[in-house]
């Protein structure tokens, strides 16, 4: 039996279910990075707050690879995560994440997402290589990055992120949040001067609204994703899921900023 929305709940035994219905709510954050870490972390606070009646969601973007993408959507984009120590286990299925876009087929309908006024918070859960800088923390014009100053087929966080805003500055000159979700030291700082780069060599223009407008909190987040390749059976969950997550009890997570805005995203 697969896991997905039309599941017996009946058969649950130990596994909670989302009480919520994420399709009927409003399209809020746009993640770049739909990876385990990400699953295991940011979309488990989510799940807790749509669990408190939050009327939010998440839009998922990967870059590197359509198999979480494939997978998720067979599934309703429901997935099951697992907390475990040595004396501790707790098995959810959360259902934060109400679609997850490729980044070489979708970005037209990634670009209308950062461009509308319904996407106020954007987040990043990448590695330190996604973020294309060099030696210096400048940005690193490599081939990819080239590519995507052509604004063909998109590779980069950096040029999604780039051509998303200059969009938004056109459209509608609204305010954004751009949160790294990750340990990177000085993480928001490093990223609004990669992406102010890169804006520079295509519409320097919007420079001083995107200065005065796009915040890059700076964040630290904590918690231990083992990479898993237990399948259902060894977690006794009475159905099939391609997409499990298996992290620690413990997380935590930093943000620094005074922007209110970000308290209706995180506060239950």
């Given at each position: ?8 709940r009946n058969?649950?035994?130990e596994?909670?279910f989302?009480s919520y ?5 409003e ?9 385990n870490?990400?699953?295991?972390h940011?979309?488990?606070y ?10 939010i ?16 959507q067979?599934?309703d984009?429901?997935?099951s ?7 501790y ?7 934060p994440?109400?679609?997850?876009l490729?980044?070489?087929?979708h970005?037209?309908?990634i670009?209308?997402l ?7 918070l ?15 923390k ?10 995507d100053?052509?604004d063909?087929?998109?590779?980069t966080?950096?040029?999604?992120l780039?051509f998303?805003?200059i ?11 751009v ?12 990223l609004?001067?990669?992406?102010k ?6 519409y ?20 231990i ?6 399948q ?32 209706k995203?995180f506060?239950?």
């Open positions: 039996m697969q896991l997905n929305k039309n599941i017996n058969l649950l035994k596994q909670s989302p219905n994420i399709n009927n709510n399209d809020c954050i746009l993640h770049f990075g739909i990876g870490f990400h699953r295991a940011q979309a488990l989510i799940h807790e707050i749509l669990e408190n009646n939050k009327n969601s998440i839009i998922g973007v990967n870059l590197r690879s359509e198999e979480t993408y494939n997978k998720m067979l599934q984009y429901l997935y995560l697992v907390r475990i120590s040595n004396n286990k707790k098995v959810d299925i959360l259902n994440i109400k679609k997850v490729f980044g070489l087929k970005k037209n309908e670009r209308n950062i461009v509308s006024e319904k996407i106020k954007i987040t990043i859960t990448v590695t330190e290589k996604g973020y294309h800088f060099d030696k210096n400048k940005l690193n014009f490599s081939n990819q990055i080239i590519n100053l052509e063909k087929e998109l590779s966080l950096i040029g999604h780039s998303g805003i969009e938004r500055y056109k459209k509608n000159k609204k305010k954004l949040i949160l790294s979700c990750d340990n990177l030291s000085e993480n928001g700082t490093i609004k001067n990669l992406v780069q890169f804006i520079e060599k295509k320097p223009k919007c420079l001083d609204w995107f200065d005065n407008n796009i915040e890059f909190p700076l964040s630290m987040v904590d918690g994703v083992p990479n898993n390749n237990k259902s059976e060894y977690f006794n969950l009475p159905y099939n899921d391609n997409t499990i997550v298996v992290t620690e009890p413990y997380r935590d997570w930093y943000i620094q900023s005074n922007n209110d805005e970000l308290k995203y506060i239950k």
